[in-house]
Structure formats: C-alpha cells, structure tokens
C-alpha cells in the first residue's frame, strides 16, 4: 500500500492550502484516514481523521473550524482543506490509512497501518 501525499508549501498567515493523499495498492473505500503533523521539537499530533465511511470526522481543538478533512473513493484521494493558516500549523503533514472499520475516527497513531511521507506546510507571519 502507497500513500502520497502532495500540497504543502510557504504561505503567508491567513492564506489557505489543500493537501491531497492518493492511495493505492489497496482498496481505498475500506480504510479510514488520517492527518497528522509533526512541528520541530514536537510530538506528532492528529490533526484530522475520517472514517472509511466517510460521515464521521474528527479535528483536534487547534485546527476545528478552519481545516475540512474529505475523502472521493472515486479517485482513491483523501483531502485537507485548511484555510486560515496560522503560523503554529508550519509542521510536516502526513497522511495515513487504517484498516480499522469503525465508526468512529481513529485518532492514534499506532492504529494507523500505513504511512506517506511528509509534506512541509510553512506559514509565515
């Protein structure tokens, strides 16, 4: 299973990005997925998760009501939508796929089965 995650990048404070994860390698519609990130110094935080059914979300306190996770089974793709960038979101995000079908979101790391590599998000002030 592949996972590869694109869109970061250098913004100014208050502009937006969408990263974009395409999965492959295994059926996308049974995997839940997740965002995380990762800030020099810092552990490494859930950000946003979905579940494989796609109607139910979770966001951590720090990005609720300006990132929009999503998913189109159609395209194998999993979404970040984060608008109103602040310069403590400048991390590495990665996505990550889980095989665990739940209703809710998995929001741990170590229940996540495959890992793409990062993508830098860098907001200045």
């Known amino acids: 299973v592949q996972l590869q995650a694109s869109g970061g990048g250098l913004v100014q404070a208050g502009a937006s990005l969408r990263l974009s994860c395409v999965v492959s390698?295994?059926?996308?519609?049974?995997?839940?997925l997740g965002w995380f990130r990762q800030a020099p110094g810092k552990e490494r935080e859930v950000v946003a998760a979905i579940n494989w059914s796609g109607d139910r979300e979770h966001y951590s306190d720090s990005v609720k009501g300006r990132f929009t996770i999503s998913r189109d089974n159609a395209k194998n793709a999993g979404y970040l939508q984060m608008v109103s960038l602040k310069p403590e979101d400048t991390a590495v995000y990665s996505c990550?796929?889980?095989?665990?079908?739940?209703?809710?979101?998995?929001?741990?790391?170590?229940?996540?089965?495959?890992w793409g590599q990062g993508t830098q998000v860098t907001v200045s002030s």
């Open positions: 390698g295994r059926t996308f519609s049974y995997l839940g």
């Open positions: 990550a796929a889980t095989e665990i079908r739940s209703i809710a979101p998995r929001i741990y790391a170590n229940e996540y089965h495959y």
